[in-house]
């Protein structure tokens, strides 16, 4: 089945440094989103992309769908005590101009953020 | 205020017992999605559910079971025959008008001994 890798599995980063973290596929997805899950909490949707190359920005957060559609990245700039957690890719194929919305996940990367 | 609501937060049950988790939403979503989170790993799918009466499953249905008769519900249990059942689980909805953006509620931890 599509998986997801997503790097690096953890980041220990003081407040004020800016946050980059990516997530490769050997398959093309059609769309690409990023969610943020506290602990104990469900996840929550912090970026959507659509289109190959596509750059959206959501506060101090960015995040790029790749060229390839193989790939997605995020940043984090200026990072702020809140901003630990854990970032989760998550990559969709619409096989067929249908899609009944399936989600492969990235493992998650935990960001730890030192005052 | 629209969401997804999970009860409970906590559920403790014995080996051998099957277990119903709730997940209700009234974000008015035509798709509702079960996912199970284990420790250092992604989410991984249980079951979906598309429309009402109709339900599909996921990449690992195995010992899990669901039902959909109303559009804003759709719990799920944990059977007898689910090897490993303690996990996080995750209920998610989808609005048909989003090819893709899921909103989770805040999740059911289930613990069994």
């Known amino acids: 089945g599509q998986q997801l890798n997503q790097s690096p599995q953890s980041m220990f980063i003081q407040e004020g440094e800016d946050v980059s973290m990516n997530c490769t596929s050997s398959?093309?997805?059609?769309?690409w989103l990023w969610y943020k899950q506290d602990p104990g909490e469900g996840p929550v949707l912090l970026i959507a992309?659509?289109?190959?190359?596509e750059l959206t920005s959501n506060g101090r957060l960015t995040a790029q769908f790749g060229i390839t559609r193989k790939d997605s990245f995020l940043n984090i700039s200026a990072s702020i005590p809140s901003d630990v957690g854990i970032y989760f890719c998550?990559?969709?194929?619409?096989?067929?101009?249908?899609?009944?919305?399936?989600?492969?996940f990235g493992q998650g990367t935990i960001l730890t953020v030192h005052p | 205020d629209g969401g997804i609501t999970q009860s409970p937060k906590y559920l403790f049950r014995k080996e051998g017992q099957n277990v119903t988790l709730s997940c209700e939403q009234n974000?008015?979503?035509?798709?509702m999605y079960w996912y199970r989170q284990d420790p250092g790993q992604g989410l991984r799918l249980i079951y979906y559910?598309?429309?009402?009466?109709?339900?599909q499953k996921g990449d690992i249905a195995e010992g899990y079971s669901v039902s959909r008769e109303k559009k804003e519900s759709f719990p799920l249990t944990v059977t007898s025959a689910q090897k490993n059942p303690t996990a996080f689980y995750l209920c998610?909805?989808?609005?048909?008008?989003?090819?893709?953006?899921?909103?989770f509620g805040p999740g059911t931890r289930l613990t069994v001994t």
């Open positions: 998610a909805s989808k609005s048909g008008a989003s090819p893709a953006e899921q909103y």
């Open positions: 398959s093309i997805f059609n769309t």
């Open positions: 992309l659509y289109k190959a190359g």
């Open positions: 998550a990559g969709q194929v619409n096989a067929g101009g249908t899609s009944y919305g399936k989600l492969t």
């Open positions: 974000l008015n979503h035509d798709a």
């Open positions: 559910s598309q429309i009402v009466n109709d339900f």
